[in-house]
T-cell receptor, first 115, second 108 residues
Framework: GAGVSQSPSNKVTEKGKDVELRCDPI?????LYWYRQSLGQGLEFLIY????????KSGLPSDRFSAERTGGSVSTLTIQRTQQEDSAVYLC?????????????FGPGTRLTVT | RKEVEQDPGPFNVPEGATVAFNCTYS??????FFWYRQDCRKEPKLLMS???SGNEDGRFTAQLNRASQYISLLIRDSKLSDSATYLC?????????FGDGTTLTVKP
């Protein structure tokens, strides 16, 4: 079946512009996660959506970052007034949370470059 | 102190070697545990879940020690294709924390 998809795969933007990154999770998965990974670094948690519950936004680095998930499916991560330090790969993952199982499946990521 | 800590390596081993990675976590309420592998410039892929009783998948064996709060991954008979970064993941009520990864290079 189809995996997690993300678009665009690459995005180059000028400092100060807003960007929107999209994630289509695996059909039927109730949870959706956003992470970012800078070159040579580990994954940094950004935000977690689970069903109809309020999202866990504890990882968002500043109020320039926001995310929404419409209809329990597609999610959009928005970065306003981008800065050069926002340059990273933004990864989306989804999972079917059942009991204690939270196996996450990742999309290919969006490589964001802020010039 | 990080919530999830891994030895970054790198581990450089010859083909056929056995190699083990450890990962420690600080939150004793953590419920689920996983190992992922990440190839260079690719997304992480689930390698295996880690169960309390330990589990094996071919050449890979994962162990969990809740008392000492660590998990381990053992790779037997290493192949060139095992070269990657291995990420330890700890989940508590849905929220996952990833270790920074251990890099393995298997050489001919």
């Amino acid at each position: 079946g189809a995996g997690v998809s993300q678009s665009p795969s690459n995005k180059v933007t000028e400092k100060g512009k807003d960007v929107e990154l999209r994630c289509d999770p695996i059909s039927g998965h109730t949870a959706l996660y956003w992470y970012r990974q800078s070159l040579g670094q580990g994954l940094e948690f950004l935000i977690y959506f689970q069903g109809n519950s309020a999202p866990d936004k504890s990882g968002l680095p500043s109020d320039r970052f926001s995310a929404e998930r419409t209809g329990g499916s597609v999610s959009t991560l928005t970065i306003q007034r981008t800065q050069q330090e926002d340059s990273a790969v933004y990864l989306c993952a989804s999972s079917f949370d059942s009991g204690n199982s939270y196996e996450q499946y990742f999309g290919p990521g969006t490589r964001l470059t802020v010039t | 102190r990080k919530e999830v800590e891994q030895d970054p390596g790198p581990f450089n081993v010859p083909e056929g070697a056995t190699v083990a990675f450890n990962c420690t976590y600080s939150n004793s309420a953590s419920q689920s545990f996983f190992w992922y592998r990440q190839d260079c410039r690719k997304e992480p892929k689930l390698l295996m879940s880690v169960y309390s009783s330990g589990n094996e998948d071919g050449r890979f064996t994962a162990q969990l020690n809740r008392a000492s709060q660590y998990i381990s991954l053992l790779i037997r008979d290493s192949k060139l294709s095992d070269s990657a970064t291995y990420l330890c993941v700890v989940n508590n009520a849905g929220k996952s924390t990833f270790g920074d990864g251990t890099t393995l290079t298997v050489k001919p």
